[in-house]
């Protein structure tokens, strides 16, 4: 079975600054999808950014990228200028590739980000 | 869009009670999901469908039963209601098995 860890239960930045969250996955599998998501005190559930495993280059969506190191099984989470907007709860997941009747989304525990002012 | 609708929002439930809860998508996503959330547990996996007709079992689907009769709805059913039930349950779609994941607003049970 596949496993997410996010080894930061909290983090804290202050607004404009740079924050990195961290995020390893386990898995057997080659190729899969891993995504980050954004849950904000409405508890909405957004996805932020996602990387296909067999895509080399890391993903970007404005301020957000990822640093994608497949080997090391690690995919984190970059945030630049961070803005207050940006305070939630966080969470790495993780799908393989799915086909057929496979199609499980496996979380991390999230890794909730303050950015204060 | 209406996109994910969850029903209802919140729920209070007695120990040994039965309830469905709803989920309903607009997208024609063959794919979707039931999910809970408890503190410091990251978003756990129920139950999910990869179409009409087809469903299978999560991490965690003790105590929970799911039908897909059309595509658009996926309800939830708490067949005996416990305490260890109380969390935050949320239906998620997407269109193919790679594509993001949209969520319901999520429903908080209380089970008392």
């Known amino acids: 079975a596949q496993t997410v860890t996010q080894s930061q239960p909290e983090m804290s930045v202050q607004e404009a600054e740079t924050v990195t969250l961290s995020c390893t996955y386990d898995t057997s599998e080659n190729n899969y999808y891993l995504f980050w998501y954004k849950q904000p005190p409405s508890r909405q559930m957004i996805l932020v950014i996602r990387q296909e495993a067999y895509k080399q280059q890391n993903a970007t969506e404005n301020r957000f990228s990822v640093n994608f190191q497949k080997a090391a099984k690690s995919f984190s989470l970059k945030i630049s200028d961070s803005q207050l907007g940006d305070t939630a709860m966080y969470f790495c997941a993780f799908m393989d590739r799915g086909g057929g009747s496979n199609y499980k989304l496996t979380f991390g525990k999230g890794t909730l980000l303050t950015v204060n002012p | 869009n209406a996109g994910v609708t969850q029903t209802p929002k919140f729920q209070v439930l007695k120990t040994g009670q039965s309830m469905t809860l709803q989920c309903a998508q607009d997208m024609n996503h063959e794919y979707m999901s039931w999910y809970r959330q408890d503190p410091g547990m990251g978003l756990r996996l129920i139950h999910y469908?990869?179409?009409?007709?087809?469903?299978d079992q999560g991490e965690v689907p003790n105590g929970y039963n799911v039908s897909r009769s059309t595509t658009e709805d996926f309800p939830l059913r708490l067949l005996s209601a416990a305490p260890s039930q109380t969390s935050v349950y949320f239906c998620?779609?997407?269109?193919?098995?790679?594509?993001?994941?949209?969520f319901g607003q999520g429903t908080r049970l209380t089970v008392v």
């Open positions: 469908s990869v179409g009409a007709g087809i469903t």
């Open positions: 998620a779609s997407s269109g193919t098995v790679n594509t993001e994941a949209f």
